[in-house]
């Protein structure tokens, strides 16, 4: 069988996306075949060398030029990413106290490797999650699904993502809640779930997740 080594990287400077509380979940999640390696250091960013794949549930995406070189050479050069939830918050930052900075536009380096970002949500809630793309490795055979989360509106430009699912809440739009893209040479995948443990817990989410490192880390 083959073993992926991920680097995960959270954050504790928000108590509503503590990683210390959720990065085992996320590592549980992600399946038993992938060696995680649970970090809040972003120093570690810098020299990816050691990995197939970034697990990324950073809030705040401030990162030194050493720590940004790193991250973007790696995926540009052929690593994977797989945003996660808060991943796409790119105008947060720490105010140093558990609140938030905010940031009039979004981390330029980020927003490109994405291809979109988190402009709001509403209260967690349960709501469907529609396949859309059902002939992707990801999504292949996964059926719809029903999920307690933080539901996360998100503005983007599809014609540069393939957006494999999408929400299907009463009271937004239907926004997406997969997307995959290539970044150079790598893979990047962005699922919006995973603020709750509920979600990363959930046997069709987990499916997604394992699937999606499995994808980025494949060249």
Avoid at 148 to 170: I, K, Q
Wanted: glycine share 10%; aromatic share 10%.
């Amino acid at each position: 069988m083959t073993r992926y080594d991920a680097l995960v990287i959270g954050e504790n400077s928000f108590p509503f996306h503590a990683f210390d509380e959720m990065g085992q979940h996320i590592a549980t999640a992600l399946g038993s075949d992938v060696d995680a390696t649970l970090t809040t250091e972003r120093e570690t960013l810098a020299d990816l060398s050691s990995y197939d794949c970034v697990v990324d549930y950073l809030t705040d995406s401030t990162l030194t030029d050493a720590e940004r070189d790193g991250l973007f050479s790696f995926v540009r050069n052929g690593g994977g990413y797989l945003g996660l939830h808060c991943a796409a918050d790119l105008t947060s930052m720490s105010d140093g106290s558990g609140g938030i900075e905010p940031r009039e536009e979004p981390f330029p380096a980020f927003r490109e490797l994405l291809g979109g970002h988190f402009i709001g949500h509403p209260e967690q809630s349960a709501f469907g999650v529609e396949i859309v793309d059902d002939e992707h490795p990801i999504t292949d055979g996964v059926g719809n699904f029903d999920v307690y989360d933080e539901p996360y509106r998100l503005t983007y430009d599809e014609r540069e993502l393939r957006v494999l699912a999408r929400m299907n809440h009463p009271e937004l739009e239907s926004y997406p809640v997969v997307w995959v893209r290539e970044y150079g040479s790598g893979r990047v995948c962005y699922v919006s779930l995973g603020h709750t443990v509920e979600s990363l817990e959930n046997d069709t989410v987990q499916q997604l997740l394992k699937r999606a490192v499995r994808w980025i880390s494949t060249e």
